[in-house]
């Protein structure tokens, strides 16, 4: 298996709502990260987990919660949401010792 | 964080021609990398070239650096119309990438 997947692909919410972004690899990757990428613009680093631990968080507003429930699973947690922060969330892996990273499909996410 | 530009922003080329962009960073850098995405799916990696090289091939894509300018630039050779899609390029410092702004390049048939 050597893609990243992503679910779910789509995914529309209330501000109070709250739901979670899974992220998905069976390739042995140590390395998991969460991107947002709005409409027109490049990706923008969030999280980054290393074997299982996080050891980037890019000043991200806690209503986004990331986890790593084991080395080939990644979830962002999304809590009071706001319109602004919709956009497409693309979770990436790469291996031990590589810099080359792998992309999922992304989730697109509506606030509204 | 964005780490440079990328240019042109947008590019348009018939089928067959070469497509040439350009990207220029900030700070010094290990690796640099291009990835292309199309249209609002996830990121492919295209290729990496070190600090310490100049030229790159793969494929019909050739990749150079220079460092002493930062700047690298991407040539997609004899393009088709699959090669419509956002280039980036990123640096990477410790692995975190850093990209820049993308260049949208359009393969008309």
């Given amino acids: 298996d050597t893609e990243v997947t992503q679910t779910p692909k789509h995914l529309v919410m209330g501000m109070t709502n709250k739901k979670s972004l899974k992220c998905e690899q069976h390739m042995g990757h140590r390395a998991m990260y969460w991107y947002k990428q709005k409409a027109k613009k490049p990706p923008e680093l969030m999280f980054v987990y290393s074997y299982e631990k996080l050891s980037i968080n890019e000043s991200v507003p806690s209503r986004f919660s990331p986890e790593c429930p084991n080395s080939s699973l990644l979830n962002l947690h999304l809590h009071a949401l706001q319109p602004e922060d919709s956009a497409l969330y693309l979770c990436a892996s790469s291996p031990y010792g590589s810099y080359e990273q792998y992309f999922g499909p992304g989730t697109r996410l509506t606030v509204t | 964080s964005q780490q440079g530009e990328e240019d042109p922003q947008a590019l348009s080329i018939q089928e067959g021609e070469n497509a040439t962009m350009n990207c220029s960073y900030k700070t010094s850098i290990n690796n640099l990398q291009w990835y292309r995405q199309n249209s609002g799916r996830g990121l492919v990696h295209l290729i990496l070239i070190r600090?310490?090289?100049?030229?790159?091939?793969?494929?019909?894509?050739?990749?150079?650096?220079?460092?002493?300018?930062k700047s690298s630039s991407l040539l997609i050779t004899a393009s088709r119309a699959a090669d419509t899609a956002s280039y980036f390029c990123a640096t990477d410092d410790d692995y975190k990438l850093s990209f820049g702004a993308g260049t949208t390049v359009t393969v008309r048939a």
């Fill in chain 2, 51 to 69: 600090s310490n090289e100049r030229e790159k091939h793969s494929g019909r894509l050739r990749v150079t650096l220079d460092t002493s300018k």
